[in-house]
C-alpha cells in the first residue's frame, strides 16, 4: 500500500488511529526564512518553530507504535529547539542518536567560517523495545581490498578477529561473505542526484533508514513529502506507505514516481 495525499500533515495525522506506524522518517522544514522554488520556509524564530512543531510532534507520538522509531531531519539552524520539544514529547530516555549526513559539497566559498556539508537527522524511539536492524558500508575501496588474500584453496579472504572476545586467534572472512563495516552516525552519502524537487534527498540515504528501522510489511510514513523519495524507497523494499504534502506538485511528483519507480 502506498497512500499520498494532498493534505496538511495535521489534517491527515488526526484522521490515524494511535499506535499504528511503526517508522517516521521526516526531512521537515528547516527554518530558513527563505523561499525556495517549491515552497516557503518557516521563519528560524524559537516561537514560529515551537507553534509550528509541537501540536505535530505530539500527533506523530501518538500514532507511533510502542516499538516505533522517529527520524527527523533538519540543518543546524534549528535542531536545538527540536530536540527540546522531543525530549519534551518523546522522553530525553529515549533519544538514540544524532546522525550526521555528510553531503560531500564539493564547491567550497565560504572563507569566513567552516563549510556546513551536513544535516542533522535525530532519532528518538517510543519505547526502550524497538525494531532497529544493524547496516553495513558496503563499499570494497581498493585500501579495503588490499586487506584480502588468498588461501590455500585460492580463496580470496580476510582473517578478522571473531565476535567472542574472549577466543584469541583469527577467522577466515571469504570476501563474498564480506558484509563491510558497521555504519556509524555519520553518514557518507553523496548528494549528487537528478532532482524533481527543491531539497530532494537521494534515495541511499533513505534506505539506510528505513532498513535499519523497519521490517517488510511494516507501515511507514512521511508528513513532509516533498519530492517523496521516501514512498519510492517504501515501494522498492516493500513496505507501507503513508504520507502527505501541501505542495499539488510534490503530491504529482510523489504519485509519478511511485506509478513509473523511475
Partial sequence: MIDIRLSDNLELMAEMQDNTVDLIYC?????????????????????????????RIKEMHRILKDTGSIYLQMDNKINHWVRCIMDDVFGYGNFLNEIYWDKNVVKNNT???????TDTIILYTKTKNYTFNPQYENIISKSTLNEFKYND???LVRMARTRDYKTKGKKEIKLKDYKGRLCNNIFNIAKRLKQVYATQKPKALIE???????????????FYGG????????????????????????????????????
Fill in 227 to 262: 519530492s517523496f523519495t521516501t514512498a519510492e524507497v517504501c515501494k522498492d523494499l516493500n513496505r507501507n506507505f503513508i504520507g502527505c504534502d501541501i505542495s499539488e506538485k510534490a503530491v504529482q511528483i510523489g504519485r509519478a514516481r511511485v506509478n513509473s519507480n523511475a
Fill in 27 to 55: 526531512d521537515i522544514l528547516y527554518g530558513t526564512g527563505r523561499k525556495f522554488k517549491d515552497y516557503q520556509d518557516l521563519k528560524p524564530k524559537r516561537e514560529i518553530i515551537e507553534e509550528h512543531y509541537i501540536p
Fill in 208 to 222: 539506510r533508514i528505513i532498513k535499519a528501522s523497519s521490517n517488510e510489511g511494516d507501515l511507514v510514513a512521511d
Fill in 111 to 117: 572563507k569566513n567560517k567552516f563549510t556546513n556539508s
Fill in 153 to 155: 584453496n585460492q580463496e
